[in-house]
């Protein structure tokens, strides 16, 4: 399950039980004494893990009989370059129970899942880009200095949210194919600049760039093959992005809710 985490965000409002967005969750688990579920698995942003709606969430999983592990997160945890911190709990129903030890808060998986060191971001590029996803004069004039810049041999990169390439400031790493002296040189030379118009120009020479969808996609470990409706505009291929899960992350959690 993956409630809706509006109510808990670092940037909404997080009126946690009181944002009406919370009743479906709400009604799911005052549904589970009359369902027969053997395995929960649930996400949601990192702050849940402090709300009243988690409380809930606990004191319902003891009084229907679950075991439970709670967990916060992050691909990079699993050798992807990208920062996505999650809340996770996985619960069984009892007499079942887990392969490892119940503890407190759990920072990374009990087992050993073979995570090498991050790969590059060299290895999620596409081969051609399209300029539109490239940015404009007038975002390089007011952005320069506050956006995330990627580079080739990253191993790092920030969380994508569902408003990735229309807003830029805390959405998501922007991406270019110099080195980070070329950049540094560049960056240098136009904060030096009072014509606004000139600075834009002289950044923009740098190729900086929205990771694509197909990039995010891979960046949150979808495969290759998997492919969004023609119709699906890239506006709304970002917002899905945003709101979705790290597909190694939750295989390997669900792999151990069944082990």
């Not at 080739?152 to 569902?162: E, G, I």
């Amino acid at each position: 399950m993956s409630p809706p985490c509006q109510p808990f965000t670092r940037n909404g409002l997080q009126n946690d039980v009181n944002d009406k967005r919370t009743a479906s969750f709400l009604h799911v688990l005052s549904l589970l004494k009359d369902l027969d579920i053997r395995n929960i698995l649930i996400e949601n942003v990192k702050g849940f893990e402090t709300s009243t709606m988690r409380n809930i969430l606990v004191d319902t999983l003891n009084e229907n009989g679950y075991t439970f592990q709670e967990f916060l997160l992050t691909p990079q945890q699993f050798g992807i370059p990208n920062s996505r911190l999650r809340y996770y709990c996985l619960a069984k129903k009892l007499p079942e129970q887990f392969s490892f030890k119940i503890t407190d808060m759990k920072h990374s998986l009990p087992v050993e899942i073979g995570a090498a060191d991050c790969f590059p971001i060299s290895t999620i590029l596409d081969d051609d880009v399209n300029e539109k996803f490239y940015l404009s004069d007038s975002i390089l004039q007011k952005y320069c200095n506050i956006i995330d810049i990627c580079y080739k041999h990253s191993k790092r990169s920030c969380c994508f949210t569902k408003a990735y390439g229309r807003f830029i400031e805390g959405t998501g790493s922007i991406f270019t194919d110099r080195t980070e002296e070329e950049v540094e040189k560049v960056y240098l030379e136009a904060n030096q600049l009072t014509d606004t118009a000139v600075k834009g120009q002289l950044l923009k020479n740098l190729g900086l760039r929205f990771f694509t969808p197909k990039e995010v996609c891979r960046l949150m470990s979808f495969p290759d093959t998997y492919t969004f409706p023609t119709s699906v505009s890239d506006k709304k291929k970002y917002m899905v992005l945003g709101n979705s899960i790290n597909v190694k992350v939750v295989s390997e959690l669900i792999k151990l809710l069944y082990s």
